[in-house]
Each structure stands twice: as C-alpha cells, then as structure tokens.
C-alpha cells in the first residue's frame, strides 16, 4: 500500500475512537500525573499525548497527516465547547480565568495538532507493519 500522507476521505469512526481515547486517557492522566515524581510524570505526559495519534493512525488506514490535523483540531472543539457549556450552565470563573490565557491556548491548540499528526504517522506506520504491509 503506498503512504498516502496528505489527503483522503477521512475515516469518522477513527477521529471518534482518536477523540474518545484523549480524553479517557485524560482522565487516567489526572489521576496518575499527581503521584508519580516529576520526570516519571513527564514521560507518562507524552505517552498520553502521543497515544490517541497513534491510535488514529492505526485505525485510520490512510492519510495520517490529515487525520492527525483533523483529530488536533476535534480536541480542541470538543475541549472549547465543554468550557462554554461550563460557562452556560453557571460555573464560575471558567471563560473568565481562560481569558488572559489566550495566546498560550492558542500556542497549546497548535502544538496539539502537531502532536496528533506525528502521532498518527507513527501508528500509520505501526500499523502497517502490523497488517504485514
């Protein structure tokens, strides 16, 4: 099968699986990322950011790169819709306390869907290996 970086019709039921795996490996995160010791924590961090790509690129079969991108930006809508929602049903201090972190999500946003494009290039390329191709 030739590597088909760039673009295809994108595969739904991937970005889903991509988009849930963020954020259950999210919530194993928070609660391992505070008992272990610092650089332990860094490790299991990156491992936790570059799993969902991975994931993506396994089960996405083609275009990792464009997955990649398409999986950085879903988390970033999905995670700007949870804070506006937060912000409707009345909690305190969730759009106001984000505000002056404007260009550091913005930054955050960008390095996101850079980690999800490496990611899911390297799942493309593990699950090729997988499949025997």
């Known amino acids: 099968?030739?590597?088909?970086p760039v673009v295809?019709?994108?595969?739904?039921?991937a970005l889903g699986l991509g988009v849930l795996s963020y954020f259950v490996l999210g919530f194993i995160g928070g609660w391992v990322l505070?008992?272990?010791t610092h650089p332990v924590g860094w490790v299991v961090l990156s491992v936790?950011?570059?799993?969902?790509?991975?994931?993506?690129?396994?089960t996405?079969?083609?275009?990792p790169l464009m997955h990649g991108v398409l999986?950085?930006?879903l988390i970033v809508g999905f995670m700007a819709f949870l804070i506006a929602l937060g912000g409707v049903l009345g909690v305190k201090g969730?759009?106001?306390g984000l505000r002056q972190f404007g260009s550091l999500a913005v930054g955050s946003a960008i390095g996101l869907i850079?980690?999800?494009?490496?990611?899911?290039?390297?799942?493309?390329?593990i699950g090729d290996r997988l499949r025997g191709l």
């Open 8 to 13: 295809s019709s994108p595969n739904f039921r």
């Open 34 to 36: 505070p008992q272990v």
């Open 94 to 96: 969730t759009a106001e």
């Open 1 to 4: 099968m030739p590597f088909n």
């Open 114 to 125: 850079i980690v999800c494009s490496l990611g899911a290039v390297l799942g493309d390329f």
């Open 48 to 58: 936790l950011l570059f799993a969902p790509g991975v994931l993506l690129g396994i």
């Open 60 to 63: 996405a079969k083609r275009s």
């Open 71 to 73: 999986l950085g930006v």
